[in-house]
């Protein structure tokens, strides 16, 4: 079994999802490191308790990896063979960004070889994935169809989130959270 309380979360992509993310954690008396390319106010960093660090520092430090990263050419495949060799033989992956932020084929290795302990996958790098993609025959590894977090309210905000999207175009004004934005 394996508890959050006192372990070192690492959370790469302090946006909008991951600020949740570390604002849930303050509860468990985790410490949170993160890892992002904006600078993240220091206010912002003290109220969710999160400490920036490196990638290569939170990789290694991290007990938990969770992924929050937009898709665009700089996070795509930002965890492959070299990030994952970083990680403790104990430590778990989440990734519930998006599939091609994560290098399957690294991963699977990685989990086949004990490089690292386990996977929690809400994305793979194609939807649909094939029937046949090997992460799904790995006892270390748990799958969700992109909709681990469904709920009536969570589908309630998608909705608000889409048509704050279209206010936004409709207004000049670039929509959020995009795939490949340049």
């Known amino acids: 079994q394996f508890e959050v309380t006192d372990k070192t979360v690492g959370i790469i992509g302090l946006g909008r999802i991951g600020k949740q993310v570390a604002k849930r954690l303050t509860g468990f008396d985790t410490r949170t490191i993160y890892y992002d390319v904006v600078d993240i106010p220091e206010d912002v960093q003290k109220d969710l308790k999160a400490e920036p660090v490196s990638l290569e520092e939170l990789l290694r430090e991290s007990d938990i990896v969770t992924l929050h990263t937009p898709l665009n050419r700089q996070t795509q495949g930002i965890i492959s063979d070299r990030e994952l060799a970083m990680m403790k033989p104990t430590a778990f992956l989440i990734s519930t960004c998006r599939g091609p932020v994560t ?80």
Do not use: W
């Open 103 to 182: 290098d399957e084929k690294a991963l699977y290795r990685a989990l086949v070889d004990g490089q690292i302990a386990a996977a929690g996958l809400d994305v793979l790098e194609v939807e649909p994935t094939p029937k046949d993609n090997p992460l799904f025959e790995l006892d270390n590894v748990t799958i969700t169809p992109h909709m681990a977090g469904l709920t009536e309210e969570a589908s309630e905000r998608c909705a608000a989130f889409a048509y704050s999207n279209i206010g936004r175009v409709v207004a000049g004004d670039a929509p959020e959270s995009l795939v490949f934005p340049e």
